[in-house]
């Protein structure tokens, strides 16, 4: 048996994996226990944590290297996810260099949230700053903007077309 996502399973689900594979111990797992989002939905994260001693013949392989993002945004995401509790712990670490440094933009709500990255765009389009203070036009190609859940594009697309900044939405509907 393989499951995907074992950090949001539910007991229910734990129990029946559980009685399935109790005779050939034939279960592989890939789980996060750093990205359980689903206890609202049931998941109970204590699933993976006590894989290891619910399964203690099993082979346990951290996937610890990020071959998409640079050091600095994981050197980040190490620092913030280290304050999870409940959790087994790994270390997120990539060859693909430091890259720029990660900022933290402050916004009062959704609508200057998309006032400040629109600001963003804008300085770093018409060269005014790349961190180094070296001036460097930058192309409509270079930026992207990622969110988590489709609502929160509204805010954006209706600051970026304010702007008159071209834009396209992936995987979603504008």
Not at 123 to 148: C, H, I, M, P
Request: glycine residues 6%.
């Amino acid at each position: 048996f393989l499951i995907d996502e074992y950090q949001d399973t539910n007991h229910a689900q734990y129990r029946f994996v559980r009685l399935l594979t109790m005779q050939r111990k034939n279960l592989c797992v890939v789980g996060d226990d750093d990205q359980s989002i689903y206890k609202f939905r049931g998941a109970d994260i204590t699933n993976i944590l006590n894989f290891e001693k619910d399964y203690p013949a099993a082979k346990v392989i951290k996937l610890e290297q990020n071959y998409r993002s640079f050091g600095n945004i994981l050197n980040t995401a190490n620092a913030l996810i280290s304050n999870n509790t409940n959790r087994l712990g790994k270390n997120l670490w990539t060859d693909a260099g430091e890259g720029e440094p990660v900022r933290v933009m402050d916004a009062d709500n959704e609508e200057h949230e998309a006032e400040r990255l629109v600001n963003r765009i804008q300085s770093l389009r018409g060269g005014n700053e790349t961190g180094e203070g070296v001036s460097q036009f930058r192309a409509w190609k270079d930026f992207a903007v990622l969110y988590r859940a489709n609502h929160q594009s509204r805010m954006l697309e209706k600051a970026l077309r304010k702007a008159a900044i071209p834009y396209k939405v992936s995987g979603g509907q504008s």
